[in-house]
């Protein structure tokens, strides 16, 4: 079973921030936050992915506090071609690592 | 590097017949994931393999299904038989030493 909770849908508007929330109360201390994001019809895309600190990339910047319970995935100025199923997956970084998804988030990107 | 690829990219089978699916992960990739997804249960994983050995394979449903990776730039997914529950898109994933994982574009199954 996946070990994240995410909203089911959210949306934003065209040009502004989308902050998608995700929560992982259960992590573990060797545990990873991964997002991932699947267009439709395409498969799973890697965004980012980060342990304690702040991450960013030119995809998006990834938020965890401090004490990992949560985090939060931003895309600072989203586009129509941002709409898509956004997921949070937490994985270790070992010899078990596999990637389970939840049902993720689904977001609307408004014009 | 082209990317996972996966072949074909569509099966439509009869129900009973023998389905193989197959993936050319990324060269150099150490792990390679088969996943399998529908509009009831999402995303599932069902097998993946590190250095070419299965390590888990809890997610497989059934006998009727098995997955080979005779080598680092080859898998097989193989469904026998068939039924008309196994339609769905199937991905193949590969990554190296667990960092992001680089999907092919899928192969949709449909089994009448």
């Known amino acids: 079973d996946a070990k994240t909770t995410q909203p089911t849908s959210m949306d934003c508007a065209e040009g502004r921030a989308a902050n998608l929330p995700c929560n992982h109360s259960t992590i573990s201390g060797n545990e990873y936050v991964y997002w991932y994001r699947q267009i439709h019809s395409q498969g799973p895309q890697y965004i980012i992915h980060g342990l304690k600190n702040n991450e960013t990339n030119e995809m998006a910047s990834l938020i965890i506090t401090e004490d990992r319970k949560s985090s939060t995935l931003i895309l600072p100025h989203a586009t129509l071609r941002d709409t898509a199923v956004y997921y949070c997956i937490v994985a270790p970084l070992d010899s078990s690592y596999k990637l389970i998804f939840g049902s993720g988030t689904r977001l609307l990107v408004r014009p | 590097d082209a990317g996972v690829i996966q072949s074909p990219r569509h099966e439509v089978t009869e129900m009973g017949q023998e389905v193989t699916l197959r993936c050319k992960p990324i060269s150099g990739h150490d792990y390679l994931f088969w996943y399998r997804q529908t509009m009831m249960r999402g995303l599932e994983l069902l097998i993946y393999?590190?250095?070419?050995?299965?390590?888990?394979d809890s997610g497989m449903p059934e006998d009727r299904f098995s997955a080979k990776m005779p080598n680092a730039s080859f898998s097989t997914l193989k469904i026998q038989p068939s039924e008309p529950r196994d339609s769905a898109v199937y991905f193949c994933?590969?990554?190296?030493?667990?960092?992001?994982?680089?999907f092919g574009q899928g192969t949709r199954l449909t089994v009448v």
């Open positions: 994933a590969s990554s190296l030493q667990s960092t992001e994982a680089f």
């Open positions: 393999f590190n250095n070419n050995v299965p390590i888990d």
